[in-house]
């Protein structure tokens, strides 16, 4: 059985209130789908298992080589209506939600 070692990417990233999503996924996904390409199909998909699930398919079908282990995270933050975002016996402000998804090889048979 051969083994590959793992070559970690870490970066930091300040989220504002416009952000619409974050995808985390393993080179199975981003050697074969550019950034511009995971944003459109991210976008694509109201919920974040569809766009996780869209995600993979894409990989899949673009002969990723890594396609046994093809994993990807999408996280995609909702954010609520002004009136739900104040709490009315605390006066305070709740954070939007996040909704993740994670799907590891979620090619189809």
């Not at 766009?51 to 995270?73: E, H, P, Q, V, Y």
């Not at 709740?94 to 998804?101: D, F, G, M, N, V």
Request: aromatic share 4%; proline share 5%; net charge negative.
């Amino acid at each position: 059985m051969k083994h590959r070692k793992a070559d970690t990417v870490s970066s930091m990233a300040v989220l504002d209130h416009e952000a619409e999503f974050l995808v985390i996924a393993a080179d199975g996904l981003w050697d074969v789908v550019p950034n511009e390409d995971a944003v459109s199909l991210a976008q694509s998909e109201e919920e974040p298992e569809a766009a996780a699930r869209k995600l993979t398919f894409t990989a899949s079908t673009r002969g990723s080589a890594d396609s046994n282990s093809i994993t990807c995270i999408v996280v995609k933050f909702r954010q609520p209506e002004l009136k739900s975002n104040l709490n009315a016996e605390t006066g305070t402000e709740s954070s939007p939600k996040a909704e993740t998804e994670l799907i590891r090889d979620a090619t189809p048979d």
